[in-house]
């Protein structure tokens, strides 16, 4: 009898062990959910530190965004508005922000959107997307950004803002 009761304390704590270390299984999808908002609005603050304080009249970062479907899983989305100040240029602060951006660890590439503007795509270290372009006559940075896409359970409601 003694036995078996070795055999079930061993099973249980290796039972106990794997658990702890498959993070998904202790992973709720409201924390997921805040981690890839999270993780966003991170990266959303460290591109916003990058640019300079002078250049900079006022920032709008809404505290929510939206959860959109990429592929079969979700992304959290969010939005930052820069208004810059009077005499900054929109476009040669834009191209001042990928630049410094690519010192300071972000992947960075640039292409033409079919207006013919141009837009910035970044990455972070944690695979979170920036996309900088310049609105508002030149008066505004848009940063327009995403988390990396991640699982939730089919039977979750996932809420169209978080």
Known sequence: MKKIGTLIAIMAALLLTGCAMNPEAQD??????????????AAERSLLDLVPANEVESVRQPKDG?????????QWSGNVRIKLAPGT???EA??????VASDH????????MLSGDVRYEMYDDNRVQLIVTVWND???LNVDSGSPCFDLPSDFD???NY
């Open 28 to 41: 709720t999808p409201e924390r997921r959910l805040l981690s890839a908002k999270q993780a966003t609005q």
């Open 66 to 74: 939206a959860v959109l479907q990429c592929g079969s899983k979700y």
């Open 89 to 91: 240029k929109g476009i």
């Open 94 to 99: 834009r191209d001042a922000l990928a630049r």
């Open 105 to 112: 660890g972000f992947s960075v590439s640039k292409d033409k």
């Open 138 to 140: 030149g008066n505004d």
């Open 158 to 160: 996932v809420p169209l």
